[in-house]
């Protein structure tokens, strides 16, 4: 059975025991350390000072394997190189569901507009020590629409809680999002928003996976195909965007041009934080249902490619292969991405240049090119989950002068740590600030063809040797040691 919203999904992770509830939780830190000791997603209530009803839904973004499956209405026993597979075969048969027009919904139980307007009411945390303020908007989706083209866009962009009515907005340069209000802005004039801070994990998926608009697809297409159902939306009464109407909690108004505010220092998921100047958006509306449930990704405290930080890898790695077939790129044996910065390709490299393709055409298409900043081709008999075989093959099969190419220019992030001169030789020379740049190093891990002659041949057993050896001893052998694979 599909889930409608957050509330029926919270009902079947309760079923497998993946819920825990807390009680008199601080939103101070307290929420947010909680949030790195468990590996269940964590229901609070009755923060000191709040209403008892006034709910928090933390560990949106790290989800177990159990978890992915009820979100996604989909499973599987695969494992590994296998899991992405089954998962790339199963977008493969992605078909857009479009969202329907409804004329109220739950999220309407509460409207405030104006003066009534107070996002103080919601126990928005500070994750941790080092943090600039209190965040409402981490485990979120952020609406916006393309000037141009009418299209609808979802993403998350994080929200800084400045005051009753007011919320730092900060996506990272090249979004969609900050396309479309930098569009806005651009003409002069402030940009329409509607942020869900209270959704369910499927919308919050659709929010963060990087979906390609190819055909006019939106985020909330892929949301219904995901659920299984298409999404009930209204349109916001100031700014006509789709509001969700299940969902828990949507704030609505607009980013003004020409207004930063500080924001951060926030705890960002390379294992960083920084501060930086990024716009606001003044509230004009707040719809939530009784009992609201805020939902938050708090407590990151794993770096990449820390295993339990990155759980979703599998879907942006199969979403990468994908993507790099579209492209024509034959041959490929497996993708795999590790937190966003590093890629590696295993592949049956058929001729001359195939491997550099391929290499070119994972860092640079949508799902792969931002600000990964090393992509590793190897044969196909290297598992790219595996990072110790991979790194045995940069080791064994290379030399680096032939194997290594830097790429200049690349789609980066204002999260990546700069010299400061390549801001000064951008070629963004009108708006240096802006300019923000990554080399990208391809190492091509690929035994090189034409050095055939001298091959090594690679040492292992037969399969079948192994299997009779297990067969014969195996009892007094016990279980073996397995190989760690860092992508589950
Ligand atoms: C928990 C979480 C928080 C995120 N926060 C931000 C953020 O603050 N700013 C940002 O630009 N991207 C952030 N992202 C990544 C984007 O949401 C993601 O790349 C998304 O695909 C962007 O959608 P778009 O391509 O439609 O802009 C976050 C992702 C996750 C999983
Ligand atoms: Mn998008």
Redesign the pocket.
């Known amino acids: 059975m599909p889930y409608r919203d957050l509330r029926e999904w919270l009902e079947k992770v309760d079923q497998i025991g993946e819920l825990l509830r807390i009680d008199g939780v601080h939103w101070d830190l307290e929420a947010g350390v909680l949030s790195c000791l468990t590996d269940k997603m964590l229901l609070l209530d009755r923060f000191p000072g709040y209403p008892p009803g006034f709910r928090v839904l933390s560990r949106?973004?790290r989800q177990t394997l159990a978890r992915f499956f009820i979100t996604s209405g989909w499973s599987t026993e695969a494992r590994g190189l296998e899991l992405i597979r089954a998962w790339l075969k199963r977008l493969r048969e992605f078909k857009p569901v479009h969202p329907t027009q409804v004329s109220e919904g739950p999220i309407m139980e509460n409207v405030e507009t104006g003066e009534q307007v107070n996002l103080l009411k919601f126990p928005a945390p500070r994750a941790f020590e080092k943090e600039g303020g209190r965040y409402l908007?981490?485990?979120h989706?952020?609406i916006t629409r393309n000037p141009d083209t009418g299209l609808i866009?979802?993403?998350?962009?994080?929200?800084q809680l400045h005051d009753r009515h007011t919320l730092g907005?900060?996506?990272?340069?090249?979004?969609?999002?900050?396309?479309n209000i930098e569009k806005y802005h651009s003409q002069g004039k402030p940009c329409p928003v509607v942020a869900v801070v209270g959704i369910d994990p499927g919308l919050?998926m659709a929010?963060?996976?990087?979906?390609v608009?190819t055909g006019g697809v939106t985020?909330l297409d892929f949301a219904g195909w995901l659920k299984g159902q298409p999404e009930a939306v209204f349109p916001g009464r100031f700014t006509g965007l789709p509001i969700p109407a299940y969902a828990e909690i949507a704030i609505e108004g607009e980013i003004p041009p020409g207004v930063t505010l500080p924001e951060g220092p926030?705890a960002e998921?390379v294992g960083y934080s920084q501060q930086r100047d990024a716009p606001v958006i003044n509230v004009k509306a707040v719809y939530h249902r009784n009992d609201p449930i805020l939902t938050v990704?708090i407590g990151?405290e794993v770096k990449p490619p820390g295993k339990a930080g990155f759980r979703?890898d599998f879907i942006r790695s199969a979403l990468i292969w994908d993507q790099m077939e579209k492209a024509g790129i034959r041959g490929i044996n497996g993708v795999a991405l590790y937190g966003n910065r590093m890629a590696v390709i295993s592949l049956d490299n058929l001729y001359a240049g195939h491997s550099m393709q391929a290499a070119n055409i994972a860092g640079h298409c949508?799902a792969g090119a931002?600000w990964t900043s090393y992509i590793i081709v190897v044969d196909s008999d290297i598992d790219p989950t595996c990072l110790e075989d991979v790194i045995w093959a940069v080791m064994q099969r290379t030399e680096p002068k032939r194997a290594i190419q830097v790429l200049e220019h690349c789609w980066s992030?204002q999260l990546a740590m700069q010299d400061p001169s390549q801001v000064q030789k951008a070629e963004y020379a009108m708006r240096p600030e802006r300019a923000t740049y990554i080399s990208k190093a391809i190492i091509d891990a690929c035994k090189p063809l034409e050095w055939a002659p001298s091959w090594h041949e690679d040492v292992h057993y037969s399969p079948e040797l192994k299997e009779q050896a297990k067969k014969k001893w195996g009892a007094i052998l016990g279980k073996g040691s397995e190989k760690e694979y860092r992508i589950l």
């Not at 907005?169 to 396309?179: H, K, L, N, Q, T």
């Not at 929010?207 to 979906?211: G, I, L, R, T």
């Open positions: 949106l973004h908007g981490t485990g989706a952020v866009n979802m993403g998350t962009y994080r929200l907005v900060y996506a990272s340069e090249g979004r969609d999002g900050r396309v919050f929010s963060v996976e990087h979906v608009h985020e926030f998921w990704s990151r979703t949508h931002y992030s």
